[in-house]
């Protein structure tokens, strides 16, 4: 809905999604769409929630998600603890998704690298 232009859609459908599964993923991305609307301050708090939902799954006894983590890192500020999740991520399962996740300009940075360039 989003890309359609129809943010009040969009923000309904992640409202309703997340009240019936409230997956990290899906709260990461609905943060992303609020940032995108300009409301900075509540896409904080849904990224919270984020690091929240994945450290409770990790309490009991659940995967960690490092790589939804590193994407979070990554794009919202804390690219150096990218960096370190997206490396340990890559060595537990080397294969595109935790590539891609890593590239960005300031995973790039963090890591000594030249944007755009492995």
Known sequence: MAALARPADAEGDYLAALGQTPLPGIGLEYGELLESLGREDEAKEQ????????ALTQ???????ELLLGRLDAD????SAAVRRLRAEWKRHPDTYVADAGRGPCTARAAGRTPGRP
Do not use: I, K, N
């Open 59 to 65: 309490q009991r006894g659940g995967g960690g998600d």
């Open 76 to 79: 919202h500020g804390a690219p």
């Open 47 to 54: 990224y919270a929630l984020v690091r929240a939902r994945v």
